[in-house]
C-alpha cells in the first residue's frame, strides 16, 4: 500500500477568532509581534471527526508557556475544512470555564463569574470526546484529566495523575523534583470506543528513568474517574522523541503518532505506528508497526504544497484521526508565531491532510541491491538517523550502519573510533584532555575515540560532517543530530519499510576488530547479541561485513547471518598483517583467494577499482576477472563507494573541473551494472535507486 495525501487544507496563520487580544507576552518571531487584535489560533493538537464533515478542533495553550499565556482562552473550535478549496472554516467554538469552580487552585480569571480557562491554567494538548457528547481534555502542566460537558464546562476536579508532577504542576511541594519534564505530560490520548477507558500517554519519558526512549500508555476508567493501574512501555525511535498523539482504531489497538523535534529539512520522524495492547516485545515494549511516514507521501494530484512525494514536516504534528471511512486525518500545532517549516521566515498555516492507505504499490523491478552508505551521506552527516531515513526514503534496500563501542560496551554508528572529524568533541572543554593519539591498525591517530567515552558521554555530542569542504551543504545540519547506538539504528530499521514495502535491510560492518579486542572491547558478540534482541536473524535482510578475515571466520562459526569480506582497493587485512601473514587484498580477490573467501563469506565487497580499473588519465578500462570469479564460487558481489562528486569518479563521468561537482554517478553505476556486479554501496541513494528500478 502507498500512503497518498488525498486532500489538504488550510487555515491562515494568521487568522484571529472573536475575543479579547491575546499574545502581548508571546515571543516575536518571522515578522509578527503581539499583542494581535483577537485569539490567535496557534494550529491544533487534537481533533474529533463529527460526522458531518466537521471537526472539533483543539489548540493548546497558547503560547507555549504559563508565563506569556495568561491573555490566551482556552477552546474548542469547530471547523469545516473545504477540501475542494483548500481553505477551512471557523464556525464556532467552546470555551473552557469553571463557574463552579471544580478547579481547586487559583486561575487567572479566578474573580470572575465566568472563570474562562487560560493557557496559564492548563496546558490543554489531548482530546476524547464521550458519546454522552462531553469531552474529556488531557493536559501537560499537572498533568491533569479535565471532564467538560457539550458546552466547555468543566464537570469535576482535574483529575492528577498518579506517578508524578511537572515543574508546573501547582500542588508541586518545595524541593520536589518533578518526575515529568516541562510539557511532557499528556500530550497523547485515545479512547475506547465505549466511552469506558481512556489511554493518555505521556509525552516525554520520566526524567528519573535510565531509558529515556521509554514512555509510558496509561489506562483510566471513565466510570471511576480513576486510574486502574495498568500501563504499557512504548519505546521511542530514539531519546529525543515524542509521543504527540494516539487514537484507538481496534480492540485494543492504537494508533500512536511519533514526531522529532525538527522541522522542514531537518526533519528525520513524524510516524503513524499500530501497537496492540496485547502484544510486547522481548523487552516488554509495545510492538510497533509503520503505518505510514508524513515524511513521505505519494501526492499525484499535487496538492498542498504540490511536491509529491508529498512532506509534513512541521516540528508540532501533534494530531492522528482514523476517519469513519479508514482514512487518516492529520493536523500541525504551529506555534504561532514561531514555527516556519513551509517558508522560512513566514509562519506555518495549520495544515489538515487526509492520507490514504489504500492504493496499491506498484511493483518495481530490481536490477541491484542499492545499500545507503552510512545512509545518504551525501545528503546529511553519515551516521545519523536523519542520513539513514534520507535512505530509506530514497528507496534503499539496505542502510550500512559502521559499529564501533564505547567504554562501557554500547555499539554505537561512527565511521572511526576516532570522532573529532564526526562530532562536535572538540568544542567541548569538558572532554579536552581525552584527546590522545593511539595506534590504530598500526598508524598513529591523534584525537578523541569512542572507546574512551560512556555512551552517556557521547550521547551529549551532536554529528557534524565528517567532508565539509566537499558537501558544505551538509554543514547545514551539524550540531543538530546525537551518535546514534546501533540498536537505534536496527530499530529505524524494522519499524521502516522499503519503497516496496519490504523491511529494511541493515549492513552492519565490524570496525577494526583486532583494535577493539585488544582493549577488550571485542564487537562481535555484542553485535550477535544486539541483532537477536532486535529479532534480526538470517531470515531478515541483513549482513554482515569486515575489512579483516579472523573475525569473519569466527563469525561464520557463530551465526547463519550472510558475511561479506570487505576488500581494500591497497594493503592487507590488519588482522593478517598482525600476525605477520604476507596475504594482501589482492591476493583475496585474485581466483585462489575468492575460493578462500567462499569457505567462511557469502559475498565480497570490494573498492569499485578492484573490478574496473581506470588508466593514467582516470578512465575506465575493461573489468578484471574479479566479478566472474566470485560469482563462479558462489560470491555475490557489493562493491563500494559510489558517490556523485567529480573527484570520485571517471574521467568519462565527471562536469567540469571542479572537484566537489556533481558529476553523472548515474553513468558510472550503469558500466558496473553491465560488468555484472549484484549490487553497490552509495553515499547518494537518491541517484542510485533511479539506475536500478
Known amino acids: 500500500m502507498v500512503p497518498t495525501l488525498e486532500a489538504s487544507a488550510r487555515l491562515s496563520a494568521d487568522y484571529l477568532a472573536p475575543g479579547p487580544p491575546s499574545g502581548a507576552q508571546a515571543t516575536p518571531a518571522n515578522g509578527r509581534t503581539g499583542p494581535f487584535a483577537g485569539q490567535v489560533i496557534p494550529g491544533f493538537s487534537a481533533v474529533v471527526e463529527v460526522g458531518d464533515g466537521t471537526f472539533w478542533a483543539q489548540p493548546d495553550n497558547g503560547f507555549g508557556a504559563k508565563t506569556n499565556s495568561a491573555d490566551y482562552l482556552l477552546r474548542i473550535y469547530r471547523v469545516q475544512p473545504q477540501w475542494s478549496t483548500g481553505k477551512v472554516d471557523v464556525l464556532s467554538y467552546l470555551s473552557l470555564r469553571d463557574p463552579d469552580r471544580k478547579v481547586p487552585f487559583p486561575i487567572v480569571n479566578d474573580a470572575t463569574g465566568d472563570r474562562l480557562l487560560t493557557g496559564a491554567d492548563f496546558d490543554i494538548e489531548s482530546l476524547v470526546r464521550q458519546p454522552d457528547g462531553t469531552f474529556w481534555v488531557g493536559e501537560e502542566f499537572g498533568p491533569f484529566l479535565l471532564h467538560v460537558d457539550a458546552t466547555g464546562k468543566v464537570l469535576q476536579a482535574p483529575v492528577p495523575f498518579p506517578d508524578g508532577r511537572s515543574p508546573q504542576n501547582p500542588y508541586l511541594q518545595p524541593g520536589?523534583?518533578?518526575?515529568?519534564?516541562?510539557?511532557?505530560?499528556?500530550?497523547?490520548?485515545?479512547?475506547?470506543?465505549?466511552?469506558?477507558?481512556l489511554y493518555p500517554i505521556l509525552e516525554g519519558p520520566f526524567v528519573d528513568d535510565a531509558d529515556q526512549r521509554r514512555h509510558f500508555v496509561y489506562e483510566f476508567d471513565t466510570r471511576s474517574s480513576s486510574y486502574t493501574g495498568t500501563r504499557w512501555a512504548y519505546q521511542t525511535d530514539e531519546a529525543p522523541n515524542m509521543v504527540a498523539d494516539a487514537f484507538t482504531n481496534g480492540q485494543g489497538k492504537l494508533l500512536v503518532l511519533e514526531r522529532d523535534n525538527y522541522d522542514g529539512p531537518a526533519a528525520v520522524t513524524k510516524k503513524v505506528y499500530q501497537v496492540d495492547l496485547r502484544r510486547t516485545d522481548r523487552e516488554g515494549f509495545l510492538e510497533k508497526t509503520l503505518v505510514v511516514d508524513l515524511l513521505k507521501l505519494a501526492n499525484p494530484r499535487h496538492l498542498g504544497y504540490g511536491q509529491d512525494p508529498y512532506a509534513f514536516p512541521y516540528v508540532s504534528v501533534e494530531t492522528i484521526v482514523q476517519l469513519r471511512d479508514g482514512r487518516l486525518l492529520t493536523a500541525n500545532d504551529n506555534n504561532y508565531p514561531g514555527d516556519d517549516a513551509r517558508v522560512p521566515g513566514t509562519p506555518d498555516d495549520t495544515e489538515l491532510a487526509i492520507i490514504s492507505l489504500e492504493e496499491e504499490r506498484a511493483p518495481r523491478e530490481h536490477t541491484a541491491t542499492l545499500i545507503g552508505h552510512r545512509g545518504s551521506s551525501g545528503t546529511r552527516p553519515e551516521h545519523t538517523l536523519a542520513s539513514y531515513e534520507q535512505a530509506i526514503q530514497a528507496c534503499a534496500d539496505f542502510i550500512e550502519p559502521d559499529v564501533v563501542s564505547t567504554r562501557d560496551g554500547v555499539l554505537v554508528a561512527r565511521h572511526e573510533p576516532e570522532i573529532g572529524g564526526t562530532t562536535d568533541v572538540a568544542s567541548h572543554p569538558e572532554f579536552a584532555d581525552r584527546k590522545t593519539t593511539k595506534v590504530l591498525d598500526g598508524v598513529p591517530v591523534t584525537g578523541w575515540f569512542a572507546e574512551d567515552f560512556t555512551l552517556a558521554e557521547l550521547k551529549t555530542l551532536y554529528a557534524a560532517e565528517r567532508l565539509p569542504a566537499v558537501r558544505p551543504q551538509n554543514t547545514a545540519f551539524d550540531e543538530l543530530y546525537r551518535i546514534p547506538t546501533l540498536d537505534e539504528v536496527l530499530d529505524l530499521a524494522r519499524h521502516s519499510r522499503t519503497c516496496d514495502g519490504?523491511?529494511?535491510?541493515?549492513?552492519?560492518?565490524?570496525?577494526?576488530p583486532t583494535y577493539f579486542a585488544q582493549q577488550g572491547l571485542g564487537t562481535d558478540g555484542p553485535l550477535?547479541?544486539?541483532?537477536?534482541?532486535?529479532?534480526?536473524?538470517?531470515?531478515?535482510?541483513v549482513f554482515i561485513q569486515s575489512f579483516e578475515t579472523s573475525n569473519l571466520k569466527a563469525l561464520d562459526r557463530r551465526t547463519d547471518i550472510p558475511l561479506v569480506q570487505l576488500v581494500d582497493c591497497t594493503g592487507a587485512p590488519y588482522d593478517l598483517t598482525a600476525r605477520g601473514e604476507p596475504t594482501t587484498y589482492a591476493d583475496l580477490v585474485s581466483k585462489k583467494g575468492l575460493k578462500k573467501v567462499a569457505r567462511y563469506a557469502d559475498g565480497v565487497g570490494p573498492c569499485k577499482d578492484l573490478l574496473i580499473p581506470r588508466d593514467a588519465q582516470g578512465r575506465l578500462l575493461q573489468p578484471t576477472p574479479v566479478i566472474e570469479d566470485a560469482h563462479r564460487v558462489g560470491l555475490i558481489l557489493h562493491p563500494f563507494t559510489f558517490r556523485v562528486e567529480n573527484q570520485f569518479l571517471p574521467l568519462q563521468y565527471r562536469s567540469g573541473t571542479d572537484p566537489n561537482a556533481p558529476g553523472d554517478l548515474a553513468g558510472e553505476l550503469r558500466a558496473f551494472l553491465r560488468a555484472g556486479i549484484d549490487g553497490f554501496f552509495t553515499d547518494n541513494p537518491t541517484i542510485g535507486a533511479r539506475v536500478v528500478s
Open 176 to 197: 520536589e523534583t518533578p518526575r515529568i519534564a516541562a510539557s511532557k505530560g499528556f500530550e497523547a490520548m485515545a479512547g475506547s470506543r465505549d466511552g469506558r477507558y
Open 528 to 541: 550477535l547479541d544486539e541483532l537477536a534482541r532486535n529479532g534480526i536473524d538470517a531470515d531478515y535482510p
Open 502 to 512: 519490504d523491511p529494511v535491510g541493515v549492513y552492519p560492518e565490524t570496525k577494526h
